[in-house]
């Protein structure tokens, strides 16, 4: 499963990029909001560190005003990937620009139709909203599952990227689930390789050899 970083935070990138297993970065326009930064500048910025695939959002909800944005967003990396929503219009742009050879990743995905449509309309990535849909008192697990079958049904070769994600239980599940890619706050990266018995077997390890050998 590839591991994404869900965020626009270029210390947090650094970070997670120098654990060496990093593949990609997402953004969105909130999270680039956060960051009080120019928009173009950021996106620039993050492409530097990750050379993996960077997903750049648009804002017009538009088919011209996307295709007009995304044209922007591509021209400022190689390792761009134009992010859409799940709309008729991000449909639209995204078939588009997959023509062109212009990556896409389809954003605010909540029912496995939207991931079908999109994987017809050749995107590169569909982003299902795990943690959005379970805010709802629904299972945004069985989307992931959902989405996996019919993808392998048809043999679509569109990633299924898990996004939303908030804690480790989801990426354990997503990794089950058969997920290509997951995005995940730097939080729950920090969260990956903890466990209090690591910690306590080698605690227990360097005493007993300080103890025999000084
Ligand atoms: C995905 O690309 C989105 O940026 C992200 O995963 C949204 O997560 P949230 O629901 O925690 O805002």
């Known amino acids: 499963m590839d591991l994404y970083i869900d965020t626009a935070n270029l210390d947090e990138i650094k970070q997670a990029n120098d654990l060496g297993v ?7 326009p909130s999270l680039i909001a956060k960051e009080k930064t120019d928009y173009a500048k950021r996106l620039a910025e993050i492409c530097k560190i990750v050379p993996g695939p960077v997903s750049a959002e648009v804002i017009a909800l538009d088919y011209e005003g996307m295709m007009k944005e995304g044209h ?3 021209k400022i ?7 859409l929503p799940c709309t008729v219009d991000g449909l639209r742009a995204c078939k588009a620009f997959s023509d062109e ?3 896409t990743n389809l954003t605010l995905c909540f029912q496995p139709l939207q991931a079908l449509m999109v994987a017809k ?3 590169y990535l569909v982003s299902p909203f795990i943690g959005r849909v379970d805010d ?9 599952l959902k989405i996996r079958q019919i993808y392998d049904n048809y043999g679509y070769e569109t990633k299924l990227l898990a996004a939303s994600i908030r804690h480790t239980k989801h990426l354990v599940e ?4 058969g997920a290509d890619v997951a995005t995940v706050p730097f939080n729950v990266i920090q969260q990956m390789l903890k466990h209090p018995l690591t910690d306590q077997g080698l605690e227990k390890f360097v005493a007993d050899y300080k103890k025999a050998f000084g």
């Open 22 to 28: 990093l593949d990609g970065v997402t953004t969105n």
């Open 72 to 74: 922007a967003h591509a």
């Open 77 to 83: 990396a190689d390792n761009i990937v134009v992010k």
């Open 101 to 103: 050879g212009i990556k």
């Open 121 to 123: 309309a050749g995107a």
């Open 136 to 144: 709802i008192a629904e299972d945004g697990m069985d989307l992931i």
């Open 174 to 177: 997503c990794a089950l689930a």
